[in-house]
């Protein structure tokens, strides 16, 4: 029997060495958005940038990233915090499609380790799975530059498991999300909301709880909140309208193994706050920030999180269409009205003078005066002779 000591030790060393596999699971809630224009969580049907190649930068500090909770009594805190640096590179075709490229870059640091020889203590820095994504327009609600109206949009997203496995970063198999994005415009911002479905081909399940198990899978997806147009209701405060500023709420539920009403799968439910805000500091660059908070605190649900990203867009960019570069325009997302009075400034004007004549009715639309019955005179400062046509 000399003969099949190799094939004894073989086996031994491939069922120990399986046996002590870490977990294949990106358990990350809030996954960066491959859209320049979008938030932290929301995102538009359209996006504001056509044609145009993007470059992205953000980095999310999570504190109590990974906890499991199991009773009032048991709870294990896998790790108390966690890191992730983002590169993303996308490129909008029209205002219908977006193609986008992610790479995450990781950092966890240690906690309690849950089943000792099952999970094992994560490097420093690792990489999780990059992710490919498209979306196309369903139903564009741009009308020119601005955006007005009900817009639908439907987003994939895939990804490839070769990232590090024992820091919940990376899947053992492939995963996929299907999401459908719906929007509603109006002056002040916009409703936004996303309902998808997350797939994973490899399953997983964490053993030697009390429980007897945590089998994680499919989930449902999705998020609903308000991007707000500051300028709209505080000019003073955003007077070039820079600002977006997001308000929404993101959350997982479980489908498959584990679906709602069976045995731990309200540990599986995730819901999170998500307060942020996307700055246009200038034509190429635009910075964004923004926290999330925990709702439920369950598995994968970090207690709190804070981003901050920048995205750079090496073309010229024009996002009103006036034709007035965003570099000299002092209204970059309001278009020029084209009225003949102040028209190389990129912005609108009701009321040039702010004399309270609107210009359409303002014989001398530049100068501040007064009322008058006589149209030639209208708007003109009393010891002003009218413009001769």
């Known amino acids: 029997m000399r003969w099949a000591t190799p094939f004894v030790l073989l086996l031994f060393v491939s069922t120990t060495a399986r046996a002590t596999e870490p977990l294949g699971l990106n358990m990350r809630m809030a996954r960066p ?3 320049p224009a979008a938030g932290l969580a929301l995102e538009p049907v359209a996006t504001a940038e056509p044609n145009a190649l993007s470059l992205s930068l953000s980095s999310t500090l999570s504190v109590d990233a990974y906890r499991l909770r199991i009773d009032a009594v048991y709870a294990s805190r896998l790790s108390s915090s966690a890191g992730w640096t983002d590169l993303i590179a996308t490129y909008s075709i029209g205002h ?3 193609l986008g490229a992610h790479t ?10 849950l089943a000792q020889g099952f999970f094992s203590s994560p490097p420093s820095i ?3 799975d990059p992710r490919m994504s498209a979306k196309v327009t369903l139903i564009d609600n741009r009308k020119g530059p601005a955006t007005v109206g009900f817009g639908m949009a439907l ?3 895939t990804s490839i498991p070769i990232g590090y496995k024992a820091n919940f970063s990376s899947d053992r198999g492939f995963s996929a999300d299907a999401l459908l994005l719906a929007e509603y415009a109006y002056l002040i911002g916009s409703l936004q ?3 998808g479905y997350r797939y994973r081909s490899a399953p997983q399940a964490i053993p030697d709880v009390p429980s007897g198990g945590l089998h994680i899978g499919d989930e449902t997806l999705g998020t609903f909140g308000l991007l707000l147009k500051p300028r709209v209701l505080l000019p003073q405060f955003d007077p070039n309208d820079r600002h977006r500023l997001e308000l929404g709420v993101l959350f997982t539920l479980p489908i498959f193994p584990t679906a709602l009403g069976d045995s731990g799968a309200s540990r599986l439910v995730r819901f999170g706050a998500v307060f942020g805000d996307r700055f246009t500091l200038s034509e190429h660059v635009t910075i964004s920030g923004g926290i999330q908070l925990s709702l439920t605190h369950s598995f994968g649900d970090p207690l709190f999180s804070a981003t901050l990203g920048l995205s750079y867009f090496p073309q010229e960019r024009d996002r009103d269409q006036d034709g007035i570069p965003d570099s000299k325009d002092e209204c970059p997302t309001l278009p020029e009205d084209r009225d003949g009075i102040q028209d190389n400034d990129g912005c609108p004007e ?9 210009d359409a009715e303002d014989a ?3 100068k501040p005066g007064e009322e008058s019955p006589d149209r030639r005179k209208n708007g003109c400062p009393p010891d002003e002779n009218p413009p001769t046509h």
Do not use: H, K, N, Q
Not at 104 to 113: H, M, N, R, W
Not at 350 to 358: H, Q, R, V
């Open 350 to 358: 009701d009321d040039a003078d702010e004399d309270g004549i609107p």
């Open 193 to 195: 909301g996303s309902l």
């Open 126 to 128: 690792s990489f999780g």
């Open 96 to 98: 219908r499609f977006v």
């Open 155 to 157: 987003r994939a997203t």
């Open 33 to 35: 958005v491959l859209d």
């Open 364 to 366: 001398c639309p530049l």
């Open 104 to 113: 995450p870059l990781t950092a966890v640091s240690g906690g309690d380790l």
